[in-house]
C-alpha cells in the first residue's frame, strides 16, 4: 500500500538529479528524463487532488498566461495545425505545473540545502568539461564535448547561481556553495563565450546583494557589496584593459567599436545584422508577427543593407525571437515568462520565502541576460532548466502554504 507513495518521492528526487546536476554532462539524458517525469507529474495531479493547487501559485499561472498569449499570436498567423503545435517546442514551460506537482510530493524534505546539492554538482560538471576540452583536447573553446560552448556556458552560470541558495541554511556546509560562481566562471573563461561573462557581472551583483540582505547585518551587507563590486573592477581592468583572456579579453576593444561605429568581430557583426532585421522584421508586422515555423527566414527579407547572413534557427536574442515570432503578443509572453518566477517568488510564504524570492529573481534576470546575447527559449535544454527553476519555485510557494494552513 506504502509502495506507490515512495516510488512517487524517489521519482521527485530523480526530478532534481535530471533538472539540476544532469543538464551540463548529458543535456540529451537531462532533456528526456525531466520532460518524463512531468509526464509522471501530470498523473500525480491527476490522482491526487490536492496537489492541484500548486497550479494556481503565480509561477504557473503566469507561464501559462505566456503560453496563451503565445498561442492567440500564432493563430493569427497559421496556415496548418503544424503552425499551432509548433508551440510545443517550448512544452517544458507550460508542463512546469505537472513538475511542481511531482515536487511538492517531497515536503519539508525540499530545502535550499538540498536543492543547491542537485545544481553544485552541475555547475562543476560544466566547468570540468570545458576545462577538459581546452586543457587536455587543446580546443579553443571548451563545451563542444557535450553541447555548444555557448550553451554549456549558459546552463553552467545558472546551475552556479542556484547553488548559491544553499547559503540559506544555517549549518557551516553552506559556505562550501560559495564554489557556485566560481565554478561557472571556470566554463564561461574556458568556452570563450562573452554573453555568458557579461551575464554573470548582473547576476553576481543581484545574487550577492539579496543573499547578504537575507543573511547578514546591515553594516556587513555594505561591506560585502563594496568588495563584490572592487573585486569585479580589478578582473575586468585585467581581462579588458590588459587584454589578458584571449577572446574574452576582445570586450572591450568590441564595446568601443560599438560605441564609435567602427568595425566589430564577425559574431559581433552577424548578431546587430539579426538584431537591425528582427527590428525591421517587427515593424512590418507589430502585432501578431510571423509564427514560429522558420521564423527567422520570414525576417530574412527585412535584412538591412551589408554583406548578409544565412538565415539560422534563431536570432541570438530571446527579445528578437518573440518579437518575429509573435510582434506585440510574443514580447507579452516573454515579458510573462520572465515576470513569472519573480511573481512566484513574491508569493511564498513560510520558511521557503527567501529561497523561492532568490531562485525567481536569479532565474529571471540570468534569462533576460543571457538571452541578450543568445537564444535562451526554444533551446531545449536551457528551456528545460527554467521550467525546472519554475517548479521548484511553485513547490516551495505550495508546500509554504501547507505549512501555514
Do not use: C
Not at 517525469?37 to 500525480?44: D, R, S
Not at 574574452?248 to 564609435?260: I, P, S
Not at 538565415?311 to 516573454?334: C, E, K, Q, R, T
Amino acid at each position: 500500500m506504502n509502495l506507490l507513495p515512495k516510488l512517487v518521492v524517489i521519482l521527485a528526487w530523480a526530478a532534481l538529479l535530471a533538472g539540476l546536476t544532469l543538464p551540463t554532462p548529458t543535456p540529451e539524458v537531462a532533456n528526456i528524463t525531466t520532460l518524463v517525469l512531468m509526464g509522471v507529474g501530470m498523473l500525480v495531479l491527476a490522482v491526487v487532488p490536492a496537489s492541484r493547487a500548486v497550479l494556481r501559485q503565480p509561477a504557473i499561472a503566469l507561464s501559462l498566461g505566456a503560453g496563451l498569449v503565445l498561442l492567440v499570436a500564432l493563430a493569427f498567423t497559421a496556415t496548418s495545425p503544424l503552425h499551432i503545435a509548433v508551440i510545443m517546442v517550448l512544452a517544458p514551460l507550460w508542463l512546469a505545473g505537472a513538475h511542481a506537482g511531482l515536487l511538492t510530493r517531497l515536503g519539508e524534505t525540499l530545502t535550499p540545502l538540498a536543492i543547491a546539492s542537485f545544481a553544485l554538482p552541475g555547475a562543476a560538471a560544466g566547468a570540468g568539461i570545458a576545462g577538459y576540452d581546452v586543457l587536455v583536447r587543446q580546443f579553443d573553446r571548451g563545451g563542444m564535448l557535450v553541447n555548444n560552448p555557448i550553451h554549456l556556458a549558459d546552463l553552467t552560470l545558472m546551475l552556479g547561481f542556484v547553488a548559491l541558495v544553499g547559503l540559506l541554511d544555517r549549518r557551516p556546509v553552506r559556505f562550501v556553495f560559495l564554489l557556485g560562481p566560481l565554478l561557472a566562471l571556470v566554463a564561461v573563461w574556458f568556452s570563450g563565450s562573452r554573453g555568458p561573462l557579461l551575464a554573470f557581472v548582473p547576476m553576481l551583483l543581484v545574487g550577492t546583494a539579496m543573499l547578504a540582505a537575507m543573511t547578514l547585518p546591515r553594516r556587513q551587507v555594505v561591506m560585502v557589496l563594496v568588495a563584490v563590486v572592487a573585486l569585479i573592477g580589478l578582473a575586468g581592468t585585467a581581462v579588458l584593459g590588459l587584454g589578458l583572456g584571449g577572446r574574452l579579453g576582445e570586450l572591450g576593444g568590441a564595446a568601443v567599436a560599438l560605441v564609435t561605429g567602427g568595425a566589430t568581430d564577425g559574431a559581433i557583426g552577424e548578431r546587430l545584422y539579426m538584431y537591425q532585421t528582427a527590428w525591421n522584421a517587427f515593424w512590418a508586422s507589430p502585432l501578431y508577427g510571423y509564427g514560429m515555423i522558420e521564423f527567422t527566414t520570414s525576417a530574412a527579407p527585412f535584412a538591412p543593407p551589408g554583406p548578409g547572413y544565412a538565415p539560422s534557427s534563431h536570432l541570438h536574442n530571446d527579445l528578437a525571437d518573440f518579437a518575429v515570432i509573435g510582434g506585440l503578443l510574443g514580447l507579452i509572453s516573454y515579458g510573462l515568462l520572465l515576470a513569472a518566477p519573480i511573481a512566484g517568488g513574491l508569493a511564498t510564504r513560510g520558511r521557503h520565502r527567501q529561497a523561492a524570492l532568490y531562485l525567481g529573481v536569479l532565474a529571471s534576470l540570468g534569462y533576460f541576460a543571457m538571452g541578450m546575447t543568445n537564444a535562451m527559449f526554444g533551446i531545449l535544454t536551457q528551456t528545460v532548466v527554467y521550467g525546472v527553476l519554475l517548479a521548484l519555485i511553485a513547490a516551495l510557494a505550495q508546500i509554504g502554504q501547507e505549512d501555514q494552513a
